[in-house]
């Protein structure tokens, strides 16, 4: 009788927990989960020589007003043109535990035989990279992002989609690629 109850309660719990809708989280080389946050734009300062693993994940560092023009990060030390094509654009940063940065440039879409047919799909992502994580990366038997500047202690690298939303063919992610600078 016990061993029936005790099974019993087992599975009232986990039925219970089935109910409960869990989502993925990215990890990182360590196995712990990255934060990924998405606040107003601000623009702390940076020391030149500041360590990437100390920037907080919670502080988004554009000057973006969702529209086209020169994109400046001051916190990771870039910029890049954005043509008329990026308008309406977003941007969403992210930094793990092993102090690897993500910037995801975000479009909103409504092709309707892409992903839900509304909202926003990231159509490119910058990485800003500390030396020695963008050696372990190298490392790993995966696909790489490519590079897209090494300064010897930080390295800056991109990825985009494959294949984007039809009403978003037209964006311009190589002209945006093609003119990135690492700043002071």
Same mark, same amino acid.
């Given at each position: ?56 994940? +919670?502080? #988004? ?20 043109? $954005? ?13 793990? +535990? ?17 992903? #839900?047919?509304?909202? $926003? ?50 964006? +311009? ?12």
């Amino acid at each position: 009788m016990n061993k029936i109850l005790l099974a019993s309660a087992v599975t009232l719990l986990l039925a219970a927990g089935c109910n409960q809708s869990v989502a993925p989280q990215a990890t990182s080389r360590q196995g712990q989960p990255t934060e990924q946050t998405q606040t107003e734009p601000t623009n702390p300062p940076m020391a030149q020589n500041q360590n990437l693993s100390n920037i907080p994940a +919670n502080i #988004n560092p554009s000057n973006n007003d969702a529209a086209a023009g020169k994109y400046v990060n001051n916190m990771y030390h870039f910029q890049m043109d $954005l043509d008329s094509s990026w308008k309406g654009y977003k941007v969403v940063t992210s930094t793990n +535990n092993v102090g690897v940065a993500t910037v995801e440039f975000k479009m909103p879409y409504k092709d309707a035989h892409y992903g #839900n047919g509304s909202g $926003l799909v990231t159509a490119l992502y910058i990485m800003v990279y500390p030396q020695r994580e963008w050696t372990y990366e190298l490392s790993q038997d995966v696909p790489h992002p490519q590079i897209l500047k090494d300064t010897g202690t930080t390295v800056y690298a991109y990825s985009t989609w494959q294949a984007g939303p039809n009403d978003l063919l037209s964006l +311009n992610i190589q002209g945006a690629i093609k003119s990135f600078e690492v700043i002071k």
